[in-house]
T-cell receptor
Framework: ELKVEQNPLFLSMQEGKNYTIYCNYS?????LYWYRQDPGKSLESLFV?????AVKQEGRLMASLDTKARLSTLHITAAVHDLSATYFC???????????FGTGTRLTVIP | DGGITQSPKYLFRKEGQNVTLSCEQN?????MYWYRQDPGQGLRLIYY?????DFQKGDIAEGYSVSREKKESFPLTVTSAQKNPTAFYLC????WGQGTYEQYFGPGTRLTVT
């Protein structure tokens, strides 16, 4: 079974600072997704990464994928309070539709 | 508007009762999924369906049942055999066999069983 690990699990950071969330997975995959979840809400899609070396950016968030290292990163630049949420990575199993989710990183941005 | 709807938003039941959660999508997606989320946890797959009248068990299917009689609908029944049913249930859908396989999520149903 494909296993997905995220770290850190909890992240408290000051506004204006930069930080990176890491997502490691255990077996070969051809796609990786990042989602955001606000408290009590559903999941909102942030990024879809489909190839080695893929990099996508939206506002203060940038995601990248290294399929050889089985690693994706979500980089936060100059954090603002609105980014406070839980961020999940999800990895697709090659040849199947299933997604395997990490346990999430709860980000709190402190003014 | 295209999207996924789940109802109800909140559901309260007594232990020993079966309960059915609704999930409808108008995205013309072939595949649909049910996940369970417990507080502070990630999502765990209960069941998924890639085509009408066919579905497969996920990691935690025991105590749950599903049906897929229409492409748009994928209801989940939480049976009395589910030992700890209180959780947040999320339905999702995606393309299958083409595209990015990106899963789109509904707003969720929060089930409380006492």
């Amino acid at each position: 079974e494909l296993k997905v690990e995220q770290n850190p699990l909890f992240l408290s950071m000051q506004e204006g600072k930069n930080y990176t969330i890491y997502c490691n997975y255990s077996t070969t995959s051809d796609r990786l997704y990042w989602y955001r979840q606000d408290p009590g809400k559903s999941l909102e899609s942030l990024f879809v990464l489909l190839s080695n070396g893929a990099v996508k950016q939206e506002g203060r968030l940038m995601a990248s994928l290294d399929t050889k290292a089985r690693l994706s990163t979500l980089h936060i630049t100059a954090a603002v309070h609105d980014l406070s949420a839980t961020y999940f990575c999800a990895v697709g199993q090659t040849g199947a539709n299933n997604l395997f989710f990490g346990t999430g990183t709860r980000l709190t941005v402190i003014p | 508007d295209g999207g996924i709807t789940q109802s109800p938003k909140y559901l309260f039941r007594k232990e020993g009762q079966n309960v059915t959660l609704s999930c409808e999508q108008n995205l013309n997606h072939d595949a649909m999924y049910w996940y369970r989320q417990d507080p502070g946890q990630g999502l765990r797959l209960i069941y998924y369906s890639q085509i009408v009248n066919d579905f497969q068990k996920g990691d935690i299917a025991e105590g749950y049942s599903v049906s897929r009689e229409k492409k748009e609908s994928f209801p989940l029944t939480v049976t009395s055999a589910q030992k700890n049913p209180t959780a947040f249930y999320l339905c999702a859908s995606s393309n299958w066999g083409q595209g990015t396989y990106e899963q789109y999520f509904g707003p969720g149903t929060r089930l409380t069983v006492t």
